[in-house]
């Protein structure tokens, strides 16, 4: 069921293999029994969980570039985007960063048979390493504005839908419109090298 839903809504957009459905679905399982006990997520609903997380970070990994690189999520959470982007970009180095320890314990567990993610159970200020490219998900910008900077150029934001003038620092692409919803949008850009 969560296999045949996340690939209908991702028909025409971005195809799945069957091992990477899968991998997707043991995600959702195991964050389904955490959430019991572990406020991991708000939603519930299987397919408001399929759309919103799966095929948004989805998204976001096919509009990364083969080459992509090395990849850190800030604020990870229960994974969003890092682990989709992880089981559809095998080749990239994924760090998950969650300031939050028991959601970073998730995080461990979610990610123990995906051998190109990490997790740094720390504040994404205190991250001493640099990336390739930055991603972030329902994470307020001016909140990691000045840190993302520090960590890599590049970056995509899942984010409501923002005029990107209004996210000074960086140049960024016009606004590519989410498939699923009204106002969510991915924002992909670089750090302004302009003083």
């Given at each position: ?6 690939r ?24 389904s ?20 997380h ?15 690189g090395?990849?850190?999520?800030i ?5 969003f ?12 180095p ?6 939050h ?26 991250v ?18 000045s ?49």
């Amino acid at each position: 069921m969560f296999e045949d839903l996340l690939r209908a809504k991702l028909s025409g957009i971005c195809d799945l293999s069957e091992a990477q459905a899968g991998r997707m679905r043991q995600h959702y399982e195991l964050l389904s029994r955490w959430n019991r006990v572990l406020n991991l997520t708000r939603v519930h609903d299987l397919e408001e969980a399929v759309e919103r997380h799966y095929c948004e970070s989805v998204f976001a990994a096919c509009h990364l570039p083969s080459d992509a690189g090395s990849i850190v999520d800030i604020g990870s959470g229960a994974g969003f985007p890092g682990i989709p982007i992880a089981v559809m970009r095998p080749q990239s180095p994924v760090v998950l960063v969650e300031s939050h320890q028991r959601k970073a314990a998730f995080l461990k567990e979610a990610t123990r048979d995906l051998l190109n993610v990490r997790v740094l159970g720390q504040r994404v200020e205190d991250v001493a390493e640099y990336f390739d490219w930055a991603v972030s998900r329902a994470v307020s910008f001016a909140d990691i504005a000045s840190t993302v900077k520090k960590l890599a150029d590049r970056v995509e934001l899942l984010i409501g839908e923002v005029q990107p003038s209004d996210l000074p620092g960086f140049v960024w692409r016009p606004p590519i419109r989410l498939p699923w919803g009204q106002r969510r949008v991915l924002l992909i850009g670089g750090v302004s090298r302009e003083t």
